[in-house]
């Protein structure tokens, strides 16, 4: 023997080396392989911060709480799930309007929940929205 593996040997243990490597690519585009999901909405009201933090024309991201509020030109708030609905990552990047996915490069437009850019199809899930005492405050109402 010369102590080298066989080619067979060397197969089996590169396969079983990349299957965990595989199988995170595999769960990385949805929970069942198709890129669609459906994202966690609030299930009690959660404050936000200042009303006056977003402004007209604009976005604000709130990574911590996985959700993105935007002002239109006329004041009215959205606001809009960050979960990715490609693959469940959490957006944590935001350039004006555009939310941007770390994960597959995923892009939205932040004041319509509208895919701008693929691999993801469906547009962000809109959360209800509203102001308390100057605060913005998403989730459903108490």
């Known amino acids: 023997m010369s102590g080298r593996p066989s080619a067979s040997r060397r197969t089996v243990l590169r396969?079983?080396?990349l299957t965990p490597v595989a199988a995170?690519?595999?769960t990385?585009?949805?929970?069942d392989g198709t890129?669609?999901?459906a994202p966690p909405t609030p299930t009690a009201p959660v404050a936000l911060g200042a009303e006056s933090e977003i402004p007209k024309g604009g976005a604000k991201l709130?990574?911590?709480h996985k959700v993105v509020v935007s002002r239109g030109d006329d004041g009215t708030l959205k606001a809009y799930s960050t979960l990715c609905t490609h693959g469940q990552c959490a957006i944590n990047k935001l350039e004006g309007t555009k939310?941007?996915?770390p994960c597959h490069g995923s892009e939205f437009d932040a004041t319509t929940g509208q895919v701008t850019r693929s691999p993801a199809s469906?547009?962000?899930p809109e959360v209800p929205?509203?102001?308390e005492g100057g605060k913005v405050v998403v989730g459903p109402e108490a």
Not at 28 to 31: F, L, N, S
């Open 15 to 17: 396969g079983a080396a």
């Open 24 to 26: 995170l690519g595999l």
């Open 28 to 31: 990385a585009c949805g929970p």
């Open 35 to 37: 890129g669609s999901y």
């Open 62 to 64: 709130y990574w911590d």
């Open 99 to 101: 939310l941007i996915c």
């Open 122 to 124: 469906v547009p962000l």
């Open 129 to 131: 929205v509203r102001v």
